[in-house]
């Protein structure tokens, strides 16, 4: 059962974070290639039997989580919830120009004696809302099935813990359709 937990995990990890690059607006740059291979801690990518961990999901609680490429820390004020962003296109037309961070959440599921049963991704509708300000409430709804489902909060670009977007002409007076298009084009 432990190889089978460990890969179920890696599985679901992996299409999480593909879930937080297509909610980034990253679709159409996202291929079965760019998801990446996932070695939790605590799993080990051989099959042998690996140290355990304690905390939520199994997890050392002080200690990163890497999932590929992406590396997320302990969140700083919030227990059990591991923090994390992925560089994302300003325009996603120029996937070599600027950047900006799509920040998130994941809470692991609390039981670990058996695989997870998914990931619930949960996105604020907006514009301007953000899914980490609504953490309470996500906790609250979905907190009969987190036993054994993974919850992962993705903020929309420029929300909550992703990168703040700047458009001047929008964020004083009264925006104009003209003010709205040269920020579009930005």
Not at 26 to 55: F, K, M, Q, R, Y
Not at 60 to 72: E, F, K, M, Q, R
Not at 89 to 94: K, L, N, Y
Not at 150 to 159: K, N, P
């Amino acid at each position: 059962m432990g190889r089978r937990r460990e890969m179920c995990t890696a599985a679901v990890a992996a299409i999480a974070i593909a879930a937080v690059l297509v909610a980034a607006g990253c679709s159409n740059i996202v291929d079965e290639s760019d998801i990446p291979v996932v070695s939790l801690p605590g799993s080990a990518p051989d099959g042998e039997a690996a140290a355990a961990t304690t905390g939520a999901g199994g997890l050392d609680p002080d200690a990163p989580l890497t999932l590929g490429s992406v590396t997320l820390d302990p969140c700083d004020d919030l227990d059990g919830a591991w923090c994390g962003s992925v560089e994302v296109p300003v325009v996603h037309a120029d996937p070599e120009g600027d950047t900006l961070a799509v920040g998130f959440e994941l809470y692991p599921r609390r039981t670990t004696t058996e695989p997870s049963a998914g990931t619930i991704a949960a996105i604020e509708g907006g514009p301007g809302y953000s899914s980490t300000g609504a953490r309470d409430a996500y906790l609250a709804l979905f907190d009969p099935v987190l036993d054994d489902h993974d919850l992962l909060l993705v903020d929309a670009r420029g929300t909550g813990r992703s990168t703040p977007l700047e458009c001047t002409a929008l964020q004083r007076g009264d925006p104009t359709i003209a003010a709205v298009n040269a920020c579009a084009a930005t």
